[in-house]
């Protein structure tokens, strides 16, 4: 599978062309940019041309990118408002979320990449049918603005039962919309289980997010480390079945124990594609 790594692991950095570079020299030919503004600040023109400048000239190419979750600089830390969700009912509030989605895909005129990544709800939202409505006019709008700048939405399954698997399933079957997904193996594995939710998503996954728990918090470890449950000799064989579908992404949380976070990830990359081998063996 190809490799490829999400800029979250670097989320409480400011991303500049450095670090772009570290990702290229670990041998990681693919990236997804993750959108919090004190990492990528997709408001700040200045920062966009400067990556675009050096998206043009390298062989490190753009995957996707990760819808905005927050519109502050400080994960959310300004308060509740700050927390971007498109199921919100209310148009007046929801439009200046829609603008935040936008701006980030609008750097697609200057860095053109593949995917936009989007979830639908928060953390530990219930389906609520008062949500679909607000949802679904949310990611036509998305998709439409999306498509003229040659971006396909995919959403993600997260710790909620609006994105589970079946959560995804339900709402898609509701709504009609025509889009597939970024298949999450961590939050698979605190919702219905990894494999049942692959088995269930499999025809719609056009990337993936892949990262380690304990099956209650979301907390984005490195494959294999301590406190991570995933059984990654079983997961592994289930991803390669349609390898050529999507990479295997790496979204991870920074840890800062890590005197060379790369190296690192590079051994992650290793040790996870040594697990295919055994199993075709």
Same mark, same amino acid.
């Given at each position: 599978m190809q490799r490829a790594l999400s800029t979250h692991v670097l989320v409480n950095h400011r991303l500049t062309t450095v670090w772009l570079d570290r990702i290229w020299d670990a041998g990681i030919p693919l990236v997804e940019l993750f959108c919090a503004r004190q990492h990528l600040d997709y408001h700040n023109r200045a920062q966009i041309s400067e990556l675009g400048y050096w998206f043009r000239d390298s062989e490190l190419k753009l995957h996707s990118l990760h819808s905005p979750l927050y519109n502050d600089e400080a994960g959310a830390r300004s308060g509740p408002q700050a927390v971007i969700n498109i199921t919100e009912p209310v148009k007046g509030k929801r439009i200046p979320m829609l603008d935040e989605i936008k701006r980030a895909l609008e750097i697609a005129e200057t860095v053109p990449y593949r995917y936009l990544i989007q979830h639908i709800g928060v953390t530990g939202q219930e389906f609520?049918?008062?949500?679909?409505?607000?949802?679904?006019?949310?990611?036509?709008?998305?998709?439409?603005?999306?498509?003229?700048?040659?971006?396909?939405?995919?959403?993600?399954?997260?710790?909620?039962?609006?994105?589970?698997?079946?959560?995804?399933?339900?709402?898609?079957?509701?709504?009609?919309?025509? !889009?597939?997904?970024?298949?999450?193996?961590? =939050?698979? *594995?605190? %919702?219905? $289980?990894?494999?049942?939710?692959?088995?269930? !998503?499999?025809?719609?996954?056009?990337?993936? =997010?892949? *990262?380690? %728990?304990? $099956?209650t918090a979301d907390s984005h470890l490195f494959p294999g480390a301590a406190g991570g449950t995933i059984d990654w000799s079983r997961v592994m064989p289930v991803l390669q079945s349609q390898e050529d579908r999507y990479p295997l992404l790496l979204e991870l949380r920074e840890a800062p124990e890590l005197e060379r976070p790369f190296d690192a990830v590079r051994k992650v990359f290793d040790t996870l594609e040594s697990l295919e081998t055994v199993h075709e063996s």
């Open positions: 609520d049918d008062r949500f679909v409505e607000a949802a679904f006019t949310a990611l036509e709008e998305i998709s439409l603005f999306a498509r003229q700048r040659g971006v396909e939405v995919l959403l993600e399954n997260i710790p909620n039962s609006f994105s589970s698997a079946e959560g995804l399933l339900r709402f898609l079957g509701i709504t009609h919309l025509n !889009l597939n997904v970024c298949f999450d193996v961590g =939050h698979a *594995h605190m %919702n219905e $289980g990894v494999e049942t939710a692959y088995r269930m !998503l499999k025809n719609r996954i056009r990337s993936t =997010h892949v *990262h380690d %728990n304990d $099956g």
